[in-house]
């Protein structure tokens, strides 16, 4: 009876290091996200469009349709070079595909790093955006349900204080403001009550009041402090959380990476097998 027949380096011809689980373990992972970036992309693409054309560049930076794109959009190429490059068995998407989870994954480390060490300009960052939410609260209608969301889950208002409103040309408190909700704050800030009727109207004119008279209507404190205490009070979920998108690019980054060697020592394989049958006395 005949054996299996051998290459130059005493191997099966049908040998090979890259291993179908690994390929293909790797191949499902970029799929999946794949296919959620596409989803990511399609719902802040039509979001976008529901909106009016007035609503152009002036707060693209706090649009939430503009951030579900653009993480979207990232998601799909570096997925699309791992699912193509495990496929493939592409050396250089799959370099690619590793190389960019491993900024990302370096970027939201320094992030945290950055962010708890420095953590007086961390809040004078987060101050500044949510300004600039506060300012563009009325041109998009996303960006309004998002702060409407979380004012009522925080139980609080504006950024460092009610008064923040006043920054919005809505709720200034100019005389020379002719809107009707002019010194007043979004409903979402109001204290709801148990009763049957609810005043939708109880921000009205709350701006003019002072602080212990407001605060029988609405939340006074602002998000900010809210914010901070709350990311105190869930450290071990936060980090639960940051682990729990930690561990799929960590992954992603060992399979590429074991993916990328296999592919190596069989292209060296098969170099070593042409270099022998072009001179087997070599």
């Not at 609810?198 to 009041?209: A, K, P, V």
Request: hydrophobic share 45%.
């Amino acid at each position: 009876m005949g054996g299996r027949r051998r290459d130059a380096s005493g191997k099966d011809e049908d040998f090979t290091f890259v291993s179908p689980v690994v390929k293909y373990l790797l191949f499902i992972f970029n799929f999946i996200f794949w296919i959620i970036s596409l989803v990511m992309v399609g719902i802040g693409l039509y979001a976008r469009m529901m909106k009016h054309a007035e609503a152009a560049l002036a707060y693209l930076s706090v649009d939430p349709a503009v951030m579900l794109m653009v993480i979207g959009v990232l998601m799909f190429i570096i997925t699309f070079c791992g699912c193509v490059g495990s496929l493939r068995e592409n050396i250089c998407l799959l370099q690619t595909f590793c190389i960019c989870l491993t900024v990302i994954f370096l970027l939201q480390l320094a992030a945290g790093i950055l962010g708890f060490i420095f953590s007086d300009k961390a809040r004078n960052k987060v101050t500044e955006v949510i300004n600039k939410a506060i300012i563009h609260y009325r041109d998009d209608i996303d960006l309004q349900n998002l702060i409407d969301f979380g004012q009522r889950e925080f139980e609080c208002c504006g950024g460092v204080a009610y008064t923040d409103w006043s920054q919005n040309m809505y709720f200034n408190c100019k005389a020379s403001n002719p809107s009707r909700e002019r010194c007043s704050v979004p409903f979402s800030c109001c204290i709801i009550s148990k009763e049957l009727v609810i005043n939708t109207m109880c921000g009205q004119g709350m701006q003019d009041l002072e602080y212990p008279e407001a605060g029988n209507h609405i939340h006074t404190n602002g998000c900010i402090d809210k914010l901070v205490n709350w990311i105190h009070s869930n450290l071990f979920i936060l980090g639960g959380v940051a682990l729990g998108l930690a561990i799929p690019q960590l992954v992603g980054i060992l399979l590429s990476q074991i993916l990328i060697n296999q592919i190596k020592d069989q292209i060296e394989l098969q170099n070593y097998n042409l270099k022998h049958r072009a001179d087997p006395w070599s």
